[in-house]
């Protein structure tokens, strides 16, 4: 138990008592002082006096009393007069100078808790002790406390069994009612009190019926109890009286009583099964609550003196709305007795001192619990710590860097897992691109003093070889805004040459960008756009480049994306194919002809994720990238493109005869003075190239592996992903933190309700947090292609978890 715990033990040897108080860790204070005799004849006296007024309608058996007094007599002042003598005394004896320093250490405790309440388990012996009012003990008065903040809870002198601890359940609590012998009282206020919780619990009532034999009554009891499906609560009205050896009895039928001694198998059953509070609102109800405790009951709610059936209703009538207040079971008790105190004490005196509620020390108080999904969600709400960890959390899941950090690792980690599980396909024909890089060496051998602008002489060449092995489609990673006067008439003749061949004109797509808003593009000189194409070269890193929404209302595409749509092209009966001699734009030229939406279907337009979504489009002004897919490097490169210098492509080595099933991509491959104006180098180095890239490099050739990563290689990649529609759609980390949240937080309340031990907890969420990751491994590779963010989410959940264990443990 925590240190907010007192354990305190009442004896009484003849005409002394012992009080010995414990807490703590071996902590322990005992005394012994005389026990006022004027004490038991003060509640002898109150006793007679109770029963005088409350002398029908009782729920138990009662010894004769006498004839009922004359109406003359005022029994309800006789009443509250014996009460307060009573209480008197009792408080006197609470207060003398032996017990002050048992006193002074409660006070202290209850002065420095952080608690909302201290519990003062109390066990008297013998019974006879045990019937004092010991609920109305005002420790805190003397030091100016709030005693409402300390209560004391009935503990048995004998406990020798444990207590159900994994009584929680996901669902509604089951409460049996069972109505006893009902004459001369009256159970419908209890009926429709505990029918008025169905929307929290579900309700079981047995009770005897005229037509039935009281074997079968005790039979149907005793199984009921014992019933498969289990209980939480057991309610009990009618007539009990306590017993010396068989535990008390309760009334089940007019002259018939059940023994608890009877059903103590049945009960056994109900405690393993999840059975934890009993509520005997019936009479004399001490041996009964000592035998339930003893058994392994949580806690056990009687009345220890006779009570007054009206007082029995209003008692469990206003426990009841505290239940289904949410409050536990020592709060609803002490509700319903503060009720009777303060509204009823003048219709009902001393009522309020009769109820007690006994707890096993290792039991949890139990409590209703919300149950639907409004109540889960409330449930949700997250304390002071959690808003802090989930709040860091969240934001760190916003920020760009981070979230182009953990995406690159976890493509890597996908890299390896491919190669693992042996994923990556042994690739028969030629991939779909060729990459002719114009590296140092192939600058070298042709003698290009400054290759910034690169020589178009040597772009001519390039061309000339090309189209001499058929290539159907050419992409050319260069800028062409600048003029070379007669190395742009060579190269203008070659690429006309290309497009002129017949029957297999070959479709150029040229680069474009912008700077400072003027749009760079090829030189008309060059080529026309009426018989080629060009489109934007910048790239967004990482991720895919998505074709407009709105597919050719919107310009410009992205070069790679106009690449992979002229590839489709060739394979399209009657496509346009780019003329010498057209007038109209080629793009318009392709736009008239993909109006018939069924020929889009055979191309890259056909996919929702190549377009940009809406969702994406919106997360934009949040400066997030939702749902973008992303460019896939856990494919080796030699699955995307095949890699040539240029020098080797003009010796006629290494290229295929024929390049029809190919696109090709002439690009920098490298060198220093390569790249686009406005952002200086056209490359990644070694530092920034893709983890998972460098990773491939390193298993491919280990020993000559490339220390960069060109645009060429960016735009190849892109590419192939279009063409195969191998598009990956990243979850946002911020959306598994969400659904984190909700799992280590149900983690959070089970673990609250020690369902299992701290390292079962461990080994759960370590399990579930490893199938997730083998999981979201496989989804990303499988045509699903969806990339499930693992360590963030991870990180949450584990948030919930061990905090809550290791808490836990600190208690236990």
Same mark, same amino acid.
């Given at each position: 138990m925590t240190a907010s715990t007192f354990f305190l033990k009442v004896q009484q040897f003849d005409k002394f008592c012992s009080f010995e108080l414990s807490w703590g860790v071996g902590q322990n204070i005992g005394v012994t002082l005389t026990y006022p005799e004027n004490l038991t004849v003060l509640y002898q006296e109150w006793q007679q006096v109770y029963l005088r007024f409350y002398n029908t309608s009782l729920r138990g058996s009662v010894e004769e009393i006498g004839s009922f007094a004359a109406p003359s007599i005022d029994?309800?002042?006789?009443? &509250?007069?014996? $009460?307060?003598?009573?209480?008197? $005394?009792?408080?006197?004896?609470l207060r003398s100078a032996e017990l002050y320093e048992i006193r002074v250490e409660i006070a202290e405790v209850t002065k420095n808790s952080d608690n909302p309440y201290i519990d003062i388990f109390l066990t008297c012996n013998p019974l006879e002790l045990a019937r004092l009012p010991w609920e109305v003990w005002e420790i805190g008065t003397e030091f100016a406390l709030d005693s409402s903040k300390i209560r004391i809870v009935r503990t048995p002198l004998n406990r020798r069994q444990t207590v159900n601890t994994n009584a929680y359940h996901a669902r509604k609590a089951k409460i049996l009612v069972i109505l006893g012998d009902e004459s001369g009282l009256d159970f419908q206020t209890e009926k429709a009190a505990v029918s008025s919780l169905e929307s929290l619990a579900q309700i079981t009532f047995i009770g005897w019926q005229p037509q039935e034999s009281i074997t079968e009554l005790k039979t149907k009891i005793v199984q009921v109890i014992a019933s498969q499906a289990g209980w939480d609560i057991l309610f009990f009205a009618g007539h009990s009286n306590e017993t010396n050896l068989t535990g008390g009895e309760f009334g089940i039928a007019p002259n018939t009583t059940l023994l608890i001694s009877e059903i103590e198998e049945s009960l056994t059953i109900a405690k393993s099964k999840g059975l934890q509070v009993a509520i005997f609102n019936s009479c004399k109800g001490l041996s009964i609550a000592n035998k339930l405790i003893d058994l392994g009951l949580s806690q056990v709610a009687v009345m220890r003196e006779p009570i007054h059936n009206c007082v029995a209703e209003e008692f469990f009538l206003r426990f009841v709305q505290a239940l289904a207040e949410y409050r536990d079971v020592h709060e609803s008790l002490l509700a319903a007795s503060k009720y009777l105190k303060l509204e009823k004490n003048f219709t009902y005196p001393s009522a309020y001192l009769i109820p007690s509620l006994f707890r096993h020390p290792e039991a949890d108080l139990f409590r209703l619990q919300p149950f639907g999904v409004k109540q889960?969600? %409330?449930?949700? %709400?997250?304390? !002071?710590? $959690?808003?802090?960890? +989930?709040?860091?959390?969240?934001?760190?899941?916003? +920020?760009?860097? &981070?979230?182009?950090?953990? +995406?690159? !690792?976890r493509v890597l980690v996908q890299a390896f897992y491919r190669q693992i599980t042996h994923q990556v396909a042994n690739v028969a024909s030629p991939p779909p691109v060729l990459l002719v890089q114009i590296d140092e060496e192939s600058i070298r051998k042709a003698k290009i003093s400054n290759p910034k602008p690169m020589n178009r002489q040597y772009l001519a060449s390039l061309v000339d070889r090309l189209t001499a092995n058929n290539a159907r489609v050419v992409g050319i990673d260069y800028l062409l805004d600048r003029p070379q006067e007669q190395g742009d008439r060579i190269l203008a003749k070659s690429i006309q040459a290309a497009v002129g061949s017949s029957p297999s004109p070959t479709l150029f797509v040229f680069s474009a960008t912008s700077e400072d808003s003027v749009w760079l593009r090829v030189l008309p000189e060059i080529a026309s756009l009426n018989w080629s194409l060009e489109g934007e070269i910048d790239n967004y890193p990482w991720y895919m480049q998505l074709l407009p929404h709105d597919?050719?209302?919107?310009?410009?595409?992205?070069?790679?994306?106009?690449?992979?749509l002229g590839h489709q092209l060739q394979q399209i009966p009657n496509a346009p194919q780019p003329k010498l001699d057209s007038k109209i734009d080629f793009f318009h030229q392709i736009s008239d002809f993909f109006k018939d939406g069924n020929k889009a279907n055979q191309t890259i337009l056909r996919s929702e994720r190549s377009h940009l979504q809406l969702v994406t489009a919106l997360s934009y002004s949040l400066k997030q990238s939702w749902l973008h897919p992303i460019i896939d490097f856990s494919i080796p490169p030699h699955q995307v493109y095949h890699s040539i210098p240029a020098w080797q492509l003009l010796e006629n080595q290494a290229v295929a005869q024929s390049l029809q099933q190919q696109i090709v991509i002439i690009a920098p491959g490298g060198y220093h003075e390569a790249g686009i104006v406005k952002d200086g180098d056209d490359t990644f180095q070694d530092s920034e190239s893709p983890p998972a890239i460098k990773y491939w490099r390193n298993q491919e050739n280990p020993i000559n592996k490339s220390k960069v990563f060109t645009g060429g290689q960016y735009h190849a990649y892109i590419v192939h992903h279009l063409i195969t529609q191998r598009l990956v759609v990243p979850?946002?980390?911020?959306?598994?933190?969400?659904?984190?949240?909700?799992?280590? %937080?149900? @983690?959070?309340?089970? !673990?609250? !309700? %020690?369902?299992f031990s701290a390292l079962q907890w461990l080994?759960?969420?370590? @399990?579930?947090?490893?199938?997730?990751?083998? &999981?979201?491994?496989? @989804?990303?590779?499988s045509a699903t292609a969806i990339l499930l963010p693992w360590f963030l989410p991870s990180i949450t959940l584990w948030s919930y978890v061990l905090p809550t264990v290791f808490k836990k443990k600190s208690h236990e």
């Open positions: 029994w309800h002042a006789h009443l &509250v007069q014996a $009460e307060a003598q009573l209480l008197y $005394e009792f408080h006197h004896w889960f969600f %409330k449930s949700l %709400k997250p304390n !002071r710590q $959690e808003a802090i960890a +989930l709040s860091a959390l969240l934001i760190i899941s916003l +920020l760009l860097p &981070v979230q182009s950090f953990l +995406l690159q !690792r597919d050719f209302q919107s310009q410009p595409w992205h070069f790679a994306s106009l690449l992979a979850i946002p980390d911020l959306w598994m933190i969400g659904i984190a949240i909700l799992l280590g %937080k149900t @983690i959070y309340l089970l !673990r609250q !309700r %020690k369902q080994i759960f969420t370590s @399990i579930i947090t490893g199938l997730y990751g083998l &999981v979201s491994l496989q @989804i990303y590779i």
